[in-house]
Every structure is written in C-alpha cells, then in structure tokens.
C-alpha cells in the first residue's frame, strides 16, 4: 500500500514502495492476463492541456489493458479551460465522474493544485519544465531491467537540461540510490537549474560534473540519456534555433561510447539521435517506452489501492 | 547624543541592521502616521556596531513574518506603562504564505489567480526560498 495518495513528485515514492511498482509491473510484464479484469469498472479522466502523443497513449492503453475505461481531453482548446475555467473547478468536476485522474500542464505545479482539490489519485503526467514522474518511473524500471541495478551507475544525460523535465525527476529519485554520478552535458544556455544542483545534488553529496562536449566523457558513462531541445519551452524562436543541434549523437559519437553503455531518451526524438543508432543493441529507448506502459499500469493499480 | 524620549505605550522595534529602519519604517507605512514616530539610524550597539531603532507610540498589527524576512536581527518590544511586557526575537520564517511572490512566468501562480503563493526556506543565511509549486529557488532580496 503507498503512502501517497498522488503522484506529483518523483520523491513522493520511498525507494521501497518505486520497488513495489516495479515488482508489479514485472509480474504484469510475465503475466499480463492475471491483471487484463482487475481494473473492471473504473475510468481514468485524462486531462492534457497540453498536446502529448506517448505519455497520453501509454495511459490509456494501460488503462483498457487492466479492464477499465477512459475518458478526457487531449488539449487545452477542447476544454473548458478555454471558457476561462480554473483547474479547481475543473478537477472538482472530473471527481465527480472518474477514479484516477492523469494531468499534463503546461505551467509548472499545476497537477499540485489539481491534488489539492481532488478526492481522487491525481498523477502528474508533466508540468511544463518542471517534472515528469511516471517517465522516471518507467526509466528506472528500464535502468533495473536492463542494467539489473539502480545503484553503482554513471549516468549521462544531455541536451536540453534546463526545461527537460523528464532529467529533473531522474536525477531527483537517483540520487537516493548509493554511489550514482551524473555527467550534465549541455550547452550554457540549456543547464540544469539551480535548485537541482543545491538542492538535489550537493545536498546529497552527488558526484557530478557538468560539461558542453559529449565526445570527452562519453566512454565513462554506463547510461546515456538523450533528451530533446524543446521549441515549445522557448519564449524565443531564435533561441530555439540556435541550439536546437547542440548534440547529436551517431554511430561515430558511439564507437567511443563502451559495450556495455546504454542509450535512453523519453522520446519524442527530433534529431538528436541519428536514425541510424536505432540498429545499435545499446539502443533501449523504444524497450524504454514499453516499459513505461507497464510501469503506468502497476502506477494506476497501486494508486486504486487494488493491489 | 541625541535624545529620544520613552514612550508610554506602543512598540519598539530594535537591533534592526543599520541601513535597513528606512524599508521597515516604508513597509509599515509609518510616514502617514498620526502617532508619535520615531526612526533612529546609525545607533551604538555593542551586538552589531551600528543598529536602526524605530519607536512607535501606539498599537500596531505587525506582519512578523514580512519583517523578519526583511531583517532577522530584529527584536521587537511591546511596551506598556513605559516598562517592556513583552519582547519577540524574530527568526527568519520557514515558510510564507502570500508574502512573497513568485515571478516564474511558468508558474501555476502566474494563471491560477486564488492560489496562495506559498515559499519555503532553503537557506536562511542566503535568505533563499524555494516556491511550492514549481520549486523555482529565489533570493529574498530578488523578489
């Protein structure tokens, strides 16, 4: 049983009930027939304000598989946000006709107020530049699959470190895990903010080191996280532009990389990661999103306290 | 040495870092006071060299919490008869509601009109607070 009744912040989980979910989700992975009735009856509100094609499909999908129903919207125009309505009133109205409730904003902290006024699980599905939960869960759940641990790992993440929230939420839950370095590769312009750096890495006393070039830190990294410069976190085209290409990585950038390092994204991918690194065996991003439904399913099983 | 009388009844707020009586007397909007007021600066004292005190003879409902985020030095004394019947050291709030603002243009805060706006203390010395929806670490003085 968790002990939070939402999930809005990586660390709303402890390490031991992340474990829990991703133990379940193991067991659907093996069995997936044992859970395809346990959701009967329920209805997940999918409330997107902001457009998402895999977020927003792993959710349902995972959904119909464990037997329940969906009901939503999938941007913020075909909502009553449109008419001007405030997410309380909102979510106090999805209440009244779904179970679980999944959340995507594009300010930052919104899923929070929706768990204010909501008697129902609230799962934050991404809130602007801020975090992205479930893609850690589903990236941890990868790391321990494919890894076989989330503990003793030099971690690599690169692009976009400013607004891509999908780095914040996983460099928040790893660093609960022992001996886990992180190698922040980015442009000046796109670096992590600063309450990650005060507040999460050196408040845990957290290796890491920050640097524009992948080439010089690629060969000591055991995961590699490519993320994407997001055109709608800009407020300026021009901006966008000029950094959009900051990295990409390709089969040359790979041979530098070891046997046995792994490459991840949250996808989509623009170009950040040549079409032809797809064929490499270190490439785990499309596994990565299979997992993500499976975790999304233990998520929403645990969150209706059915298990 | 100049020379200020006691007051009566009323409020004396002292050890205020020299320098900083000006904000705390416009914060209180004590310059439209139709009370005795009075604003002492670059005053001797032995705990930090030179204090700001100011003296207000009447009653005032003080936001303790705006004013030791201005300054955390402050000592606040109430005073009756001429004699101090109670005194507050102020500490630098842990948490504000509706004190400071955030200035996130990605902030929840920016479009949902009736949320509180609400800070937690992450550093007291740099007087850092972190927003409670969008986590955004600002310096008091930023604000």
Redesign the interface.
């Known amino acids: 049983m968790l002990k939070a009744k939402h999930l809005l912040d990586p660390m709303d989980f402890s390490v031991e009930e992340m474990d829990e979910i991703f133990q379940l989700a193991n067991q659907i992975i093996s069995n997936p027939q044992d859970f395809s009735h346990i959701c009967d009856g329920k209805i997940l509100a999918t409330l997107f304000y902001e457009p998402s094609t895999r977020t927003r499909l792993s959710f349902e999908a995972a959904m119909l598989r464990l037997g329940g129903s969906v009901i939503g919207f999938s941007e913020a125009s075909s909502s009553s946000t449109a008419k001007g309505e405030?997410?309380?009133d909102t979510i106090r109205v999805v209440d009244c006709y779904a179970d679980i409730a999944v959340m995507r904003?594009?300010?930052?902290?919104?899923p929070?107020?929706a768990a204010q006024y909501s008697s129902i699980p609230i799962i934050n599905a991404g809130?602007?530049?801020?975090q992205h939960p479930t893609q850690t869960l589903t990236d941890l759940l990868t790391i321990k699959n494919i890894k076989g641990r989330l503990s003793n790992l030099t971690i690599g993440v690169c692009g976009d470190l400013k607004f891509g929230r999908t780095v914040h939420s996983l460099i928040k839950a790893m660093s609960r895990y022992s001996n886990v370095k992180f190698v922040l590769i980015s442009p000046e312009e796109l670096k992590v903010?600063?309450?990650i750096i005060?507040?999460v890495l050196e408040k845990n006393n957290i290796e890491y080191m920050e640097t524009n070039t992948m080439e010089e830190v690629i060969g000591e990294l055991d995961i590699l996280y490519m993320t994407r410069v997001q055109r709608e976190r800009f407020?300026n085209e021009e901006d966008y532009i000029r950094l959009k290409d900051s990295y990409i990585l390709d089969s040359d950038k790979m041979k530098l990389a070891s046997e046995n390092m792994i490459v991840m994204h949250p996808l989509p991918r623009v170009n950040e990661i040549a079409y032809e690194v797809d064929n490499d065996p270190r490439a785990y991003y499309f596994k990565q999103a299979k997992f993500g439904m499976y975790v999304r399913m233990a998520l929403m099983i645990k969150l209706l306290g059915l298990m | 040495m100049i020379s200020i009388n006691s007051i009566k009844k009323g409020i004396v707020i002292d050890h205020i870092s020299a320098g900083l009586g000006i904000e705390i007397f416009e914060y209180l909007q004590l310059q439209g006071a139709d009370y005795i007021v009075a604003l002492i600066m670059n005053a001797p004292s032995k705990k930090i060299g030179k204090k700001d005190i100011i003296k207000i003879e009447n009653e005032l409902d003080i936001d303790l919490r705006k004013l030791g985020l201005i300054d955390p030095n402050i000592t606040i004394n109430f005073i009756e008869n001429e004699t101090i019947t109670k005194k507050i050291k102020l500490e630098i709030p842990t948490k504000v509601e509706n004190v400071i603002y955030c200035k996130n243009p990605r902030c929840v805060t920016s479009v949902e009109e009736y949320i509180p706006h609400i800070f937690h203390l992450v550093d007291g010395k740099e007087r850092l607070y972190r927003c409670e929806y969008c986590d955004d670490i600002v310096r008091f003085k930023d604000l």
């Open positions: 405030s997410i309380a904003h594009y300010k930052e902290g919104a929070k107020i809130d602007g530049g801020h903010p600063n309450y005060s507040e407020f």
